[in-house]
């Protein structure tokens, strides 16, 4: 594994087997000012994102030792939330499903623009890294503070992945209002993803599991429409 540590706005993981994707993509994030460590192993890649925090990981699906799903589960499974975005030459709309449902933020196949890597990465940054308002919101007993990250309900602290926090921030800031999956898609994962509004309902899922269990719930559903967020009356 080699590593720049210039001190750059961002520190990247790149874990991909294939050097000259690796070489490029590390390229041509550090020419974006980002501090980018490199692995060519699947193994090597899990233990490098266990050790050190990074700002995001770009992650191949197929790799030796253990594949970009298996890394990316594991990593949520301990508690570590880094951005995840998957590079694969497997574009079939299961494959992409399964990106995001394993903890994945973004899904890019190959081949793939390079320009497009940087839009995606830098879309990313701006989602999970940029400052948000620091007024909290709230909704019955359930409270989000944007600044601090922290979601709570009737004072417990609940741990939730960055995007699962996007989800619900959105959901919390249009309160009342029901939302679409095509309007949760474009507002929460930033882009049109061709086959993946199953990937809301498995988010809403995850959510209500986090957020609604053995509790009055907060997120309901609009059969046809889509979801909202009340305090049921």
């Known amino acids: 594994m080699s590593t720049s540590a210039s001190g750059t706005s961002s520190r990247i993981l790149v874990v991909e087997d294939e ?26 890649g899990l233990a490098a994102a266990e050790r050190e ?63 497009e890597l940087v839009l995606r ?18 909704l019955g007993d359930l409270t989000l503070d944007p600044a601090g990250h922290e979601v709570r309900r009737g004072g417990t602290l609940i741990e939730l992945s960055p995007t699962e926090f996007r989800l619900l921030h959105y959901l919390m800031n249009n309160s009342g209002t029901v939302l679409s999956k095509a309007q949760i898609l474009v507002n929460v994962w930033d882009y049109a993803y061709d086959g993946s509004e199953n990937v809301v309902e498995q988010y809403i899922g995850y959510l209500r599991r986090k957020i609604d269990d053995d509790r009055s719930p907060l ?15």
């Open 19 to 44: 050097p000259a994707i690796n070489d490029v993509v590390a390229t041509a994030l550090r020419y974006q000012g980002h501090a980018v460590s490199q692995c060519d192993d699947g193994l090597d």
């Open 53 to 115: 925090h990074f700002d995001l990981i770009v992650l191949d699906v197929m790799l030796p030792g253990i594949d970009g799903f298996e890394i990316c589960r594991r990593l949520r499974d301990a508690g570590r939330f880094s951005p995840v975005l998957f590079l694969t030459a497997r574009d079939a709309p299961s494959d992409r499903i399964k990106g995001f449902v394993t903890g994945g933020d973004d899904y890019l196949t190959k081949p793939f623009s390079v320009d």
């Open 121 to 138: 990465v830098a879309a990313i940054l701006r989602r999970t890294g940029q400052a948000a308002p620091a007024d909290l919101l709230v």
């Open 219 to 233: 997120i309901h559903t609009k059969r046809g429409v889509g979801y909202v967020m009340r305090v049921a009356t």
